[in-house]
């Protein structure tokens, strides 16, 4: 979708349709103005509670030539008190699906007026494109039917500096498309998304922007020791590869910051294998990968001042004659040995290997994603994400980097006691133990391998992929985690 600034009056605007941000218990001069020129219209609605401003509510009505635009959608905010930029995302992600559903592909809106310019306008945006996204690469019927955004326009006041507004514009729409990218990922099959496309994409992201890649084979990773990630594709005819993507933007001494997704392009579970139900979400397990690709290109884009590593340890998780299996010991790359005790518990092993690679970096900070314990799920939902870490500035910074975008971080404890149950009879560590507290003793797990650095882990397991439509989410994939570290890195 183009999206497009404007100085014009809105009541002079000629527009299939103009968005407008309505709250609960306060008018601004845009909302009477149109009421006005409606005879009222707008008042008597909610006066009969017709559309009252609430969140999540909207109102679409045809102005009937009393004002240049076609139609005017009306999108509640709820109280003028609890605006927030999350709110103002969440509206504009309620326009488009209500401007979808009317088939309406050009507008204008003042949604962002209702808030701090600069930062409403982000917001705004974001949440129209990201609520206007849709992935129907695979559809081969109807495709005359198929409708598509072309273009909105933000009305700002006269007064506005328009250059600054567009850099806002220009801002949101990179870290939205770091944030399509990860949902594409997520959303091919497996068929299509293995461990050579995420190579490939990474290629491809580095020529792009002037990026350094490294793709790392295996006979590298046999070389290097790390058997973790190894073990886990042996049942699988791809390949495992460890990718390695670097952006340069900060000082040529600054420590980077390094990024581990987890990049199961697919999981069977292996030999103990997954019920069938349900498992062709399992091509989902890449999550992590796909939002360390989307914010390395969103990053690059916005040209932040940063150094900025990401490591992709990638494999497929199959049962097969050659398959790892429970009760076997493997060495990993830190020398710590494993005794496998379910062999769907392979997020946490291909990820011990590429953390303690990371360490080879240097880095100021680690953080990993991954769509890593169903116990996440359990705990916490589809509202956030499970966080733990070893730094309380980090771990805080990433929960205020939350707050600010709308994807919300909730705290785990890693208490030593958890590791009990992690310890095996005949290794340094099992990677699996009982139930309880399962999103802990995998973070724990991976602990025992990032040493000093200050490290986070983000279980993405409940947030990566949706099964309801949310205001600027479609059901399907998220996204999660590309505006979260963003956030997150604007603010270093």
């Not at 002079?12 to 008018?27: Q, Y």
């Not at 081969?140 to 409708?147: G, I, L, S």
């Not at 005819?237 to 000082?251: C, S």
């Amino acid at each position: 979708m183009k999206i497009d600034i404007s100085a014009v009056n809105p009541l002079t605007c000629a527009s299939p349709a103009l968005v407008i941000g309505c709250c609960e218990d306060e008018t601004d001069e845009i909302f009477s103005a149109c009421n006005a020129a409606l005879d009222g219209c707008l008042e008597r609605m909610k006066a009969s509670g017709e559309f009252t401003g609430k969140e999540k509510s909207s109102r679409l009505i045809h102005t009937l030539g009393k004002l240049p635009a076609e139609r005017l959608l009306l999108v509640g905010l709820g109280k003028k008190s609890e605006l927030n930029e999350e709110r103002l995302r969440q509206a504009a992600g309620n326009a488009v699906q209500a401007l979808r559903g009317a088939r309406v592909g050009s507008f204008a809106s003042v949604v962002h007026r209702a808030g701090n310019l600069n930062a409403a306008l982000e917001a705004v945006c974001e949440g129209t494109l990201l609520g206007s996204y849709s992935f129907e690469q695979y559809k081969t019927r109807d495709n005359e039917a198929r409708f598509s955004f072309q273009e909105m326009t933000l009305l700002i006041p006269a007064d506005a500096d328009k250059q600054k507004c567009r850099t806002r514009v220009e801002q949101a729409t990179c870290i939205c498309g770091g944030v399509s990218l990860a949902r594409d990922l997520v959303s091919h099959p497996g068929n299509i998304v293995t461990t050579g496309y995420l190579a490939e994409t990474a290629r491809e992201l580095a020529a792009r922007h002037h990026m350094k890649c490294e793709i790392l084979e295996r006979d590298e990773l046999e070389r290097l020791g790390m058997n973790a990630l190894l073990a886990v594709g042996r049942g699988s005819v791809e390949p495992q590869r460890l990718i390695v993507l670097e952006y340069r933007g900060g000082g040529k001494n600054d420590h980077p910051v390094v990024l581990v997704g987890k990049g199961i392009t697919f999981d069977s579970g292996g030999i103990s294998i997954k019920p069938g139900a349900g498992m062709e979400e399992m091509k989902t397990d890449m999550a992590g990968s796909a939002a360390v690709l989307g914010t390395l290109s969103a990053a690059a884009g916005l040209q932040l001042p940063v150094n900025l590593i990401g490591i992709i340890p990638t494999a497929e998780n199959m049962p097969d004659g050659t398959a790892y299996k429970p009760g076997d010991v493997i060495t990993s790359m830190s020398g710590l040995t494993i005794e496998i005790t379910n062999t769907d518990a392979e997020g946490r092993l291909i990820l011990c290997d590429a953390l303690h690679y990371a360490l080879t970096c240097k880095p100021s900070v680690m953080i990993d994603l991954a769509t890593l314990t169903g116990a996440c799920v359990v705990a916490l939902g589809h509202e956030a994400s499970g966080l733990m870490g070893n730094d309380q500035r980090l771990v805080n910074a990433l929960k205020k980097a939350g707050e600010i975008c709308g994807e919300r971080l909730w705290e785990l404890p890693l208490w030593d006691c958890y590791g009990e149950g992690m310890k095996s009879d005949i290794a340094d560590l099992k990677n699996a133990g009982t139930r309880d507290g399962g999103s802990i003793t995998a973070g724990w797990f991976l602990k025992q391998f990032v040493g000093k650095t200050r490290w986070a882990h983000l279980d993405i397991a409940g947030t990566a992929w949706g099964s309801t439509a949310r205001p600027y989410s479609p059901k399907g994939a998220t996204g999660v985690g590309v505006r979260l570290l963003i956030e997150y890195l604007k603010g270093i």
